[in-house]
């Protein structure tokens, strides 16, 4: 029996992650691998424009120039393997940039690059096949700005393989970072799938670095140290299992709900959660605690990947221009509305005037009002509150318009216009996605370290056993569940945690003790929540079964406006719904609340 333990530490959930994570985990704790996650779908368009700029650019910056920086000396002394995707959409000047950090430091580094995941040399091949966008089923747009496949775990592997010390990918999925160490310190193959899936949960779950470790808890004035929060550390066992906790000494809480809340994290179907290596199945996962700041994670089942990656582009959709207008004294929220109507008619009349067509959009939102709760606020009056008046057009000259106009308020319209927020607004690009599949069996995926360069093969789907379904546990009798009832907020007996998925939100919902399972099932249905959130959400909501962690997660289609940059919400990647949803009331026998 294999009882080595592989310790991998999460030192990024995105571009602009703070530099204490690397050295956290470097000095405060004993690692065999160190993991760096930056891209994000705009983050990729970004790098676009940058490599478009300048052939050396087009990856993340900060992986060399902070974390590296920072780490480097003692991760060649110690022999830590750094796995990261910050290659963006130029991995070889990323590679090159670190080449010359370590001969500038003095160390030795074999670095290894994975390419074959930008495809957008490949855009009039996908128009000739009519891809369409998985969601909106809209054709591809004229003018595609990137294109990359989500590729998964086997490149990373093969360049481990290789006597790669440092490994930098394009565009792979977050999770396929600390699967590929697994996968090769353990010598599990492509088709161990559900020690995949294991290995995937573990990449999950430190892949939004403090996430998993008491950052966006529910109950978050229980966690304690913000200021020196710590960063994710999975141990890892051959058997797939794995203990979740962070460095000594260190701030932040690791606990089975704080791990429970990540793991529903973004993820739509947990019992089909795609990825390139493997389809996850977490409906059954088990979290115990193992010590103080350790959660014992175990369960995780997989089935055979599909044939297909997820290739997401982007494409440039006009312009956007954002005004923020600070407002205080009586009645401020009817004078935010009526401000807002005086300076898009303006502009509308100024553009008509100049041969301009009219905005795309116009969206505001009175901040302050409890808006994005709609009808569920619970402010009768507001004495202070911020304007965010949203206009788009396709020509940026438009915009400069309606900035300009945003100013003259302060002296022609409601008392109390006390300031706008970052002076006068600026227009900016509204890049957006769009996700198409295509076969991997088109794509060409290759790894190059110290000058040699192999092909990575990517087995085509097979086929693998299903599982039966897991079941609750511990729930109460019917009879416990008789008697007068009494009304609370759905926080009193659950926590949650919510996020994007394009333009859909997921909502995590956790009981906090297998009791409320039956209230919840009952009082907490689709066709609930979706009613619950008729003034945002477009589209059908769907409810999944996680009985091994006593939870549920809501999908909510067409919920966000667009998501992402194509939303012009104060809230665009949904952060805000689960807080939302957990002041639903909600109806309990008052005998359980007693007991």
Same mark, same amino acid.
């Given at each position: 029996?294999?009882?080595?333990?592989?310790?991998? *530490?999460?030192?990024?959930?995105?571009?602009?992650?703070?530099?204490?994570?690397?050295?956290?985990?470097?000095?405060?704790?004993?690692?065999?691998?160190?993991?760096?996650?930056?891209?994000?779908?705009?983050?990729?368009?970004?790098?676009?424009?940058?490599?478009?700029?300048?052939?050396?650019?087009?990856?993340?910056?900060?992986?060399?120039?902070?974390?590296?920086?920072?780490?480097?000396?003692?991760?060649?002394?110690?022999?830590?393997?750094?796995?990261?995707?910050?290659?963006?959409?130029?991995?070889?000047?990323?590679?090159?940039?670190?080449?010359?950090?370590?001969?500038?430091?003095?160390?030795?580094?074999?670095?290894?690059?994975?390419?074959?995941?930008?495809?957008?040399?490949?855009?009039?091949?996908?128009?000739?096949?009519?891809?369409?966008?998985?969601?909106?089923?809209?054709?591809?747009?004229?003018?595609?700005?990137?294109?990359?496949?989500? %590729? *998964?775990?086997?490149?990373?592997?093969?360049?481990?393989?290789? *006597?790669?010390?440092?490994?930098?990918?394009? @565009?792979?999925?977050?999770?396929?970072?600390?699967?590929?160490?697994?996968?090769?310190?353990?010598?599990?193959?492509?088709?161990?799938?559900?020690?995949?899936?294991?290995?995937?949960?573990?990449?999950?779950?430190?892949?939004?670095?403090?996430?998993?470790?008491?950052?966006?808890?529910?109950?978050?004035?229980?966690?304690?140290?913000?200021?020196?929060?710590?960063?994710?550390?999975?141990?890892?066992?051959?058997?797939?299992?794995?203990?979740?906790?962070?460095?000594?000494?260190?701030?932040?809480?690791?606990?089975?709900?704080?791990?429970?809340?990540?793991?529903?994290?973004?993820?739509?179907?947990?019992?089909?959660?795609?990825?390139?290596?493997?389809?996850?199945?977490?409906?059954?996962?088990?979290?115990?605690?193992?010590?103080?700041?350790?959660? @014992?994670?175990?369960?995780?089942?997989?089935?055979?990947?599909?044939?297909?990656?997820?290739?997401?582009?982007?494409?440039?959709?006009?312009?956007?221009?954002?005004?923020?207008?600070?407002?205080?004294?009586?009645?401020?929220?009817?004078?935010?509305?009526?401000?807002?109507?005086?300076?898009?008619?303006?502009?509308?009349?100024?553009?008509?005037?100049?041969?301009?067509?009219?905005?795309?959009?116009?969206?505001?939102?009175?901040?302050?009002?409890?808006?994005?709760?709609?009808?569920?606020?619970?402010?009768? #009056?507001?004495?202070?509150?911020?304007?965010?008046?949203?206009?788009?057009?396709?020509?940026?000259?438009?915009?400069?318009?309606?900035?300009?106009?945003?100013?003259?308020?302060?002296? +022609?319209?409601? =008392?109390?216009?006390?300031?706008?927020?970052?002076?006068?607004?600026?227009?900016?690009?509204?890049?957006?996605?769009?996700?198409?599949?295509?076969?991997? +069996?088109?794509?060409?995926? +290759?790894?190059?370290?110290?000058?040699? #360069?192999? +092909?990575?093969?990517?087995?085509?789907?097979?086929?693998?056993?299903?599982?039966?379904?897991?079941?609750?546990?511990?729930?109460?009798?019917?009879?416990? %569940?008789?008697?007068?009832?009494?009304?609370? =907020?759905?926080?009193?007996?659950?926590?949650?945690?919510?996020?994007?998925?394009?333009?859909?939100?997921?909502?995590?919902?956790?009981?906090?003790?297998?009791?409320?399972?039956?209230?919840?099932?009952?009082?907490?249905?689709?066709? @609930?929540?979706?009613?619950?959130?008729?003034?945002?959400?477009?589209? =059908?909501?769907?409810?999944?079964?996680?009985?091994?962690?006593?939870?549920?997660?809501?999908?909510?289609?067409?919920?966000?406006?667009?998501?992402?940059?194509?939303?012009? @919400?104060?809230?665009?990647?949904?952060?805000?719904?689960?807080?939302?949803?957990?002041?639903?009331?909600?109806?309990?026998?008052?005998?359980?609340?007693?007991?």
């Amino acid at each position: 029996m294999n009882d080595r333990v592989v310790r991998i *530490g999460g030192a990024s959930g995105f571009w602009g992650d703070s530099s204490l994570a690397a050295p956290q985990l470097v000095h405060g704790a004993k690692l065999d691998y160190l993991t760096f996650d930056y891209l994000a779908e705009l983050t990729m368009s970004i790098l676009s424009r940058a490599r478009a700029k300048n052939p050396e650019a087009g990856y993340a910056i900060d992986f060399v120039d902070v974390a590296m920086r920072s780490v480097i000396r003692e991760v060649a002394a110690k022999g830590i393997k750094v796995l990261s995707n910050a290659g963006g959409v130029n991995p070889r000047a990323c590679a090159e940039a670190l080449r010359k950090l370590a001969a500038a430091e003095g160390v030795e580094l074999k670095i290894a690059v994975v390419e074959g995941d930008d495809l957008l040399a490949d855009i009039d091949t996908f128009r000739g096949a009519d891809v369409r966008d998985l969601h909106s089923d809209q054709p591809l747009p004229a003018k595609v700005m990137s294109a990359n496949a989500y %590729l *998964g775990a086997l490149p990373i592997v093969e360049a481990l393989k290789m *006597g790669a010390q440092v490994v930098i990918t394009g @565009r792979c999925v977050d999770s396929a970072l600390p699967l590929a160490a697994l996968m090769y310190e353990f010598g599990w193959t492509a088709q161990d799938h559900d020690l995949i899936a294991a290995g995937s949960l573990a990449g999950h779950l430190i892949e939004c670095g403090p996430q998993a470790t008491g950052g966006l808890f529910t109950d978050w004035e229980q966690v304690p140290g913000w200021d020196n929060i710590g960063y994710p550390i999975v141990e890892c066992h051959a058997d797939g299992s794995f203990i979740v906790t962070k460095p000594a000494g260190t701030g932040g809480l690791v606990t089975p709900a704080v791990v429970s809340e990540q793991m529903l994290y973004e993820i739509g179907d947990p019992a089909a959660y795609l990825l390139p290596d493997a389809v996850c199945d977490f409906t059954g996962v088990r979290m115990s605690v193992d010590g103080v700041d350790r959660v @014992r994670v175990e369960g995780a089942r997989g089935h055979a990947p599909s044939a297909t990656y997820k290739v997401s582009a982007t494409y440039a959709a006009g312009w956007r221009c954002v005004a923020n207008v600070t407002l205080i004294g009586g009645k401020a929220e009817l004078k935010a509305t009526r401000i807002a109507e005086a300076i898009v008619s303006r502009t509308q009349r100024m553009l008509r005037e100049r041969g301009f067509e009219d905005y795309r959009l116009v969206y505001s939102e009175v901040l302050g009002t409890e808006a994005m709760f709609g009808p569920h606020s619970r402010v009768p #009056t507001n004495r202070e509150v911020i304007l965010r008046l949203v206009v788009e057009h396709a020509d940026p000259r438009a915009l400069e318009l309606f900035a300009s106009e945003i100013a003259p308020g302060g002296t +022609s319209w409601a =008392p109390g216009m006390a300031s706008i927020g970052g002076g006068r607004p600026r227009s900016s690009p509204i890049v957006k996605l769009f996700s198409f599949l295509w076969p991997k +069996s088109e794509l060409s995926v +290759s790894v190059s370290c110290d000058g040699e #360069t192999r +092909s990575v093969s990517i087995p085509q789907a097979a086929t693998s056993n299903q599982v039966a379904p897991s079941v609750y546990a511990g729930e109460v009798s019917q009879a416990q %569940l008789q008697g007068a009832d009494v009304e609370v =907020p759905l926080l009193r007996i659950a926590h949650g945690r919510s996020g994007d998925k394009g333009d859909s939100v997921n909502i995590g919902v956790i009981a906090r003790d297998p009791k409320w399972i039956p209230v919840l099932r009952s009082e907490l249905t689709a066709e @609930r929540v979706h009613a619950y959130f008729a003034h945002l959400v477009k589209g =059908p909501v769907k409810r999944f079964d996680v009985p091994g962690i006593q939870g549920f997660n809501f999908l909510l289609l067409a919920a966000l406006g667009g998501g992402g940059m194509a939303s012009p @919400r104060s809230d665009p990647l949904g952060k805000a719904f689960a807080q939302m949803l957990l002041d639903m009331p909600i109806r309990v026998p008052a005998r359980l609340l007693e007991s």
